[in-house]
């Protein structure tokens, strides 16, 4: 009895747990989890919800979100040791979380309820590295985004979204850049207010915002 006793809380261990990014908590989803899993994930709330992926391993680290109807978005493909944050908008719903590692991993969730947009600047600069997501206060009419990108080499995408997490528009999607460089993008804002841009880069890189007044 002991012996099945043993294996069955073996067993239990693991198997993954049900995450849930449920509206009355008031803290973000965090799961963690070691190699490769598949862990499901309910969201509660419609709207954006940001993934925070830290993965202190070596080799390859793919997480997929994969919805009830078995679309796929990738959250990332990376090599480790890695982390960075993104952000997608998705409606309320049962979801799983397809993680291939070779390693301990967390996976961070805020929601529509819980994720706080809290703007520092309304012209910036805002800096990081990698993927992240920075929140910006909008004027209604035509915002001119400056974008910097400091490494040679390597993949250099922004997406702007409502706080909704809809997609406005991509700012620039630069693919084998040879050298640092830098665009600016005039964006129509019809209505003031928070929004996010989500960068996935190569490298260090910032943000100016020229708004109209």
């Known amino acids: 009895m002991r012996r099945l006793l043993a294996a069955i809380a073996i067993l239990a261990a693991l198997l993954p747990t049900r995450a849930l990014a449920d509206d009355a908590a008031p803290q973000p989803t965090v799961i963690n989890g070691n190699y490769s899993q598949t862990v499901p994930l309910t969201i509660g709330t419609s709207g954006v919800a940001l993934f925070k992926l830290d993965y202190p391993s070596i080799n390859n680290f793919i997480v997929r979100l994969i919805n009830e109807t078995g679309g796929v978005t990738t959250l990332a493909n990376q090599i480790g040791p890695w982390s960075g944050t993104t952000a997608t908008g998705l409606p309320a719903g049962s979801y799983k979380l397809a993680v291939t590692g070779y390693g301990p991993w967390t996976v961070t969730v805020w929601n529509q309820a819980h994720w706080q947009g809290t703007p ?25 985004f400056g974008l910097h990108f400091g490494a040679a080499g390597g993949n250099y995408t922004a997406r702007l979204l409502r706080d909704d997490g809809s997609l406005i528009t991509v700012l620039t999607n630069q693919i084998g850049q040879t050298s640092p460089w830098a665009v600016n993008v005039p964006v129509l804002i019809d209505t003031p207010g928070t929004y996010l841009v989500a960068f996935d880069a190569t490298g260090p890189w910032s943000l100016n915002l020229l708004q109209p007044s």
Do not use: R, Y
């Open 120 to 144: 520092t600047s309304a012209t910036g600069p805002f800096t990081g590295s990698g993927m992240d997501v920075v929140t910006v206060n909008l004027n209604a009419g035509t915002t001119v």
